[in-house]
């Protein structure tokens, strides 16, 4: 069941927040208050890296337009802190002085006045820098992001928005082609223009590149309409594209006669959120459910669920506890340790201790993490990744609590499964990172795509790690998981069908929607192609054919993705359980493909992958350096090491399914160990194995 939020908007009076505030109501969350950071009085124009400022007076009118209290605040901060994170990667501080903090304020307003508030909604489309600052402040708030625009295509955004009819005029614009003539026409009036300049000059029809700026005069959720009154053009600056703005005498309200408020239903069917044709529709409709779930899938998505759709339904695997492991490890060292070149992991094994909480087992395992890092001048703020393995999912809500306290900013990529851990321990971390020193001066240093909002885009984050980090050009995902991202619920399906088709192809649009974002020009250490180095898949038990589904659907996905992914190495793992009850979670790994600079910035080693599979081992190479493998081993084979080279390893990861030998074979000095007992572990021909090892070299 999707929770459902009484809800601040954050709004400027321009289109974008205006228009996220009819999705917030389509999506079934109540609008409690609106707030708007204004400039002085008497301040037109004020030179904002955050906030818009031009028409900043006419949001109150909105409110009350909408029935719903107003709140403001001046502006007295600056842009302090401007890189690409903001805050630090321990705690959750802000940073004195800067324009971010006068929206905090603003927040201390509104909770003061409804502390029943639960989320913000902001209509954040493609900034970064926006979003980043609005989810810190959320986040130490405890108000959840909801930012339904974020990543949507902006002309077809454009589009939605005059056809829901929408009413916003430009009040400045700052963009070649636009210009003083610009100032005070309609959306509608300049799409054409818009398009044009999009198809010439690569402008954005949407102004995310602050070509322009809205004010809202009309929309669904407004039941008068916003007259502007003595208005001015006032040119700022001529040359060399012309910066204008419309200078705001005063406005008033219009009674828009017949005017009835939209349910959510209509305001669904306004927005293009709902199936006209849908019979049984309304809230209880199963017809209307089925086309909201369905409708998270793009035309990709829904390529891969259609193929999948004819696969026969096999019978419902068996129970999580119905195998037991007795895991050789448990008596081996409880921390590990690899490093090769400045990439380096660490594993703990934890052990529960009496009555402790599992928060405080997790807490111990950090601590160990940490100490082993010092020893080495590293430390939690270089990891890039973690892999968290509990003996239970039903461990995950307080594990994350006690894991939360670890991290601020930026954190790792991470991948939460359960797993066959041996009685007496409930807690496994692995952590890879990278040290930064080298790429302190470099502009694609450490780079974390952490989005915390609730959109259509893909999943925000359940826990706090990031969608993806990338270092040293690696980039490292997290485990996506097949929810829908409006709502953050599994998708709903019949107790007689099969759920692994839909679950594997969500979770994989996931995986596509992600990797676009990092390499997207408009992302901060974007445009790059790069190419795939591996991945697990990993599954779990439910009605349905499991193992033939999620290797059918990567194989569909890999040839219509690119990217490498067809050849890349990739094992499919049963996991007791994974987050949320999902039947698929899926990681994967790329090299961004630049060049890579050492130590000496003349060092440059340009590369291009190559992939090899041959005798159980599946291999990826970047340039003439191995960075990824998967090797398999067959039950007859577990006393045999000798084919396992892992000379240069940083990391092993261990998916094994019987208490096999090899892991003693395999506990080389310098290289970091991770065993990982598990139900199954399949290649991509479906062949199962009695372990796979998973070897990243960094």
Same mark, same amino acid.
């Given at each position: 069941?999707? =929770?459902k939020?009484?809800v601040i908007?954050l709004?400027?009076?321009?289109?974008?927040?205006?228009?996220?505030l009819c999705?917030?109501?389509?999506?079934?969350h109540?609008?409690?208050a609106?707030?708007t950071?204004?400039?002085?009085?008497?301040v037109?124009?004020?030179d904002? &890296?955050?906030?818009?400022s031009?028409?900043?007076?006419?949001?109150?009118?909105?409110a009350r337009?909408?029935g719903?209290? &107003?709140?403001?605040?001046?502006?007295?901060? #600056?842009?302090?802190e401007?890189?690409?994170?903001?805050?630090?990667?321990?705690?959750?501080q802000?940073?004195? *002085?800067d324009? =971010?903090e006068?929206?905090?304020a603003?927040l201390?307003d509104v909770?003061?006045?409804?502390?029943?508030? =639960?989320?913000?909604a902001s209509g954040a489309i493609l $900034?970064?820098?926006?979003?980043l600052?609005i989810?810190?402040?959320?986040?130490r708030l405890?108000?959840?992001?909801l930012a339904f625009?974020?990543q949507?295509?902006q002309?077809?955004?454009?589009d939605?928005m005059i *056809?829901?009819g929408?009413e916003?005029v430009l009040?400045k614009?700052?963009?070649v082609g636009?210009?003083a003539?610009q100032?005070g026409k309609?959306l509608?009036q300049?799409?054409?223009?818009?398009?044009?300049?999009?198809q010439?000059y690569?402008s954005h029809?949407?102004?995310?590149g602050g070509?322009?700026?809205t004010?809202?005069?009309d929309?669904p959720?407004f039941?008068?309409r916003?007259?502007l009154e003595? #208005?001015?053009?006032?040119?700022s @600056?001529?040359e060399?594209h012309?910066v204008?703005y !419309?200078r705001i005498?005063?406005a008033?309200?219009e009674?828009k006669e017949g005017w009835?408020r939209?349910d959510m239903? %209509?305001?669904?069917?306004v927005l293009?959120l709902?199936?006209e044709g849908?019979?049984g529709?309304g809230?209880s /409709?199963?017809n209307?459910e089925a086309w909201?779930?369905r409708h998270?899938l793009d035309?990709?998505?829904?390529?891969v !669920?259609?193929?999948?759709?004819?696969l026969?339904?096999?019978?419902?695997?068996? /129970?999580t506890?119905s195998?037991v492991?007795? @895991?050789e490890?448990?008596?081996?060292?409880?921390?590990?340790?690899?490093?090769q070149?400045?990439?380096f992991?660490?594993?703990?094994?934890?052990?529960?201790?009496?009555d402790e909480?599992i928060g405080d087992?997790?807490?111990?395992?950090?601590d160990?993490?940490? #100490?082993?890092?010092?020893?080495a001048?590293?430390?939690?703020?270089q990891?890039?990744?973690i892999?968290l393995?509990?003996?239970?999912m039903?461990?995950?809500?307080?594990?994350?609590?006690a894991y939360?306290?670890r991290f *601020?900013?930026s954190?790792?990529s991470?991948a939460?499964?359960?797993?066959?851990?041996?009685p007496?321990?409930?807690?496994?971390?692995e952590?890879t990172? &990278?040290?930064?020193?080298a790429?302190a001066?470099?502009?694609?240093?450490?780079?974390? !795509?952490?989005v915390?909002g609730?959109s259509?885009w893909a999943?925000?984050?359940i826990?706090p790690? $990031?969608?993806?980090?990338t270092?040293d050009?690696?980039?490292?995902f997290?485990g996506q998981i097949? !929810?829908?991202p409006?709502?953050?619920?599994l998708p709903?399906?019949s107790?007689?069908? @099969?759920p692994?088709?839909?679950q594997s192809?969500?979770a994989?649009?996931?995986?596509?929607r992600?990797?676009?974002?990092l390499q997207?020009?408009?992302?901060s250490?974007?445009?790059?192609?790069?190419?795939?180095?591996?991945?697990v898949v +990993?599954?779990a038990? *439910?009605?349905?054919?499991?193992?033939?589904?999620?290797r %059918?659907a +990567?194989h569909? +996905?890999?040839?219509?993705?690119g990217?490498?992914? %067809?050849h890349?190495p990739?094992?499919?793992v049963r996991? %007791?359980e994974?987050p949320?009850n999902?039947l698929?979670?899926?990681q994967?790994f790329?090299d961004t493909?630049?060049?890579?600079?050492g130590d000496? @910035?003349d060092d440059?080693?340009?590369?291009t992958?190559?992939y090899t599979?041959?005798?159980?081992v599946?291999?990826?190479? $970047?340039?003439?350096?191995?960075s990824?493998a998967?090797?398999?081993?067959?039950d007859g084979?577990v006393d045999?090491?000798?084919q396992?080279?892992?000379? /240069?390893?940083?990391?092993?990861r261990v998916y094994?399914?019987?208490?096999?030998?090899i892991?003693?074979?395999i506990?080389?000095?310098?290289?970091?160990? =991770?065993p990982i007992p598990v139900?199954?572990?399949?290649?991509?021909?479906?062949?199962?194995?009695?372990?796979?090892l998973?070897?990243?070299y960094g």
């Amino acid at each position: 069941m999707a =929770t459902k939020h009484k809800v601040i908007g954050l709004v400027s009076g321009g289109k974008d927040s205006c228009f996220n505030l009819c999705h917030v109501v389509a999506n079934g969350h109540d609008v409690v208050a609106l707030a708007t950071l204004t400039p002085e009085p008497g301040v037109d124009e004020l030179d904002s &890296h955050l906030f818009q400022s031009v028409g900043t007076a006419v949001p109150p009118l909105i409110a009350r337009s909408m029935g719903v209290p &107003h709140f403001s605040r001046v502006i007295r901060g #600056t842009a302090v802190e401007v890189g690409a994170e903001y805050g630090r990667r321990v705690g959750m501080q802000g940073v004195d *002085g800067d324009e =971010t903090e006068d929206l905090t304020a603003l927040l201390c307003d509104v909770l003061a006045a409804h502390p029943d508030a =639960t989320a913000l909604a902001s209509g954040a489309i493609l $900034s970064t820098y926006q979003r980043l600052r609005i989810e810190h402040v959320c986040a130490r708030l405890g108000l959840v992001s909801l930012a339904f625009l974020w990543q949507a295509e902006q002309m077809p955004l454009v589009d939605r928005m005059i *056809g829901a009819g929408l009413e916003a005029v430009l009040v400045k614009v700052a963009g070649v082609g636009l210009g003083a003539r610009q100032v005070g026409k309609t959306l509608a009036q300049v799409r054409p223009l818009l398009g044009a300049l999009e198809q010439r000059y690569g402008s954005h029809p949407a102004g995310e590149g602050g070509e322009y700026e809205t004010l809202t005069l009309d929309g669904p959720l407004f039941s008068h309409r916003v007259v502007l009154e003595d #208005t001015a053009v006032v040119v700022s @600056d001529p040359e060399p594209h012309e910066v204008a703005y !419309l200078r705001i005498g005063g406005a008033r309200l219009e009674l828009k006669e017949g005017w009835v408020r939209p349910d959510m239903r %209509k305001l669904r069917r306004v927005l293009g959120l709902t199936d006209e044709g849908a019979e049984g529709g309304g809230e209880s /409709g199963g017809n209307e459910e089925a086309w909201r779930v369905r409708h998270a899938l793009d035309d990709e998505g829904r390529e891969v !669920l259609d193929q999948l759709q004819g696969l026969p339904v096999g019978p419902a695997l068996t /129970g999580t506890d119905s195998v037991v492991v007795t @895991d050789e490890a448990a008596g081996g060292p409880s921390v590990r340790f690899g490093r090769q070149g400045r990439w380096f992991a660490v594993s703990v094994e934890g052990i529960t201790d009496g009555d402790e909480s599992i928060g405080d087992e997790l807490a111990r395992c950090f601590d160990e993490a940490e #100490t082993k890092l010092a020893a080495a001048s590293l430390s939690l703020t270089q990891v890039a990744h973690i892999t968290l393995l509990l003996s239970s999912m039903s461990l995950f809500a307080p594990a994350n609590a006690a894991y939360t306290r670890r991290f *601020g900013v930026s954190p790792p990529s991470r991948a939460t499964v359960a797993v066959l851990l041996p009685p007496g321990q409930r807690v496994r971390l692995e952590l890879t990172g &990278h040290d930064e020193a080298a790429l302190a001066r470099s502009a694609h240093g450490r780079q974390a !795509l952490h989005v915390q909002g609730q959109s259509y885009w893909a999943p925000a984050n359940i826990g706090p790690y $990031s969608q993806a980090v990338t270092a040293d050009n690696k980039v490292h995902f997290a485990g996506q998981i097949p !929810l829908v991202p409006s709502s953050l619920a599994l998708p709903p399906h019949s107790p007689t069908a @099969d759920p692994y088709p839909l679950q594997s192809a969500l979770a994989l649009q996931h995986v596509r929607r992600v990797v676009r974002a990092l390499q997207s020009v408009h992302a901060s250490g974007g445009g790059w192609t790069g190419w795939a180095e591996g991945a697990v898949v +990993w599954y779990a038990a *439910g009605q349905g054919a499991g193992l033939a589904v999620v290797r %059918k659907a +990567w194989h569909i +996905w890999t040839r219509q993705f690119g990217n490498g992914f %067809k050849h890349a190495p990739v094992v499919f793992v049963r996991a %007791k359980e994974l987050p949320r009850n999902a039947l698929v979670e899926v990681q994967v790994f790329m090299d961004t493909g630049r060049a890579c600079a050492g130590d000496d @910035d003349d060092d440059v080693d340009e590369r291009t992958p190559t992939y090899t599979s041959a005798q159980g081992v599946e291999r990826c190479a $970047s340039g003439s350096r191995p960075s990824r493998a998967i090797f398999f081993v067959e039950d007859g084979q577990v006393d045999d090491a000798a084919q396992l080279d892992l000379s /240069g390893a940083v990391g092993v990861r261990v998916y094994h399914v019987t208490s096999c030998s090899i892991m003693s074979r395999i506990l080389v000095t310098g290289v970091c160990v =991770t065993p990982i007992p598990v139900h199954a572990v399949a290649g991509r021909d479906g062949r199962e194995y009695a372990a796979a090892l998973e070897v990243f070299y960094g």
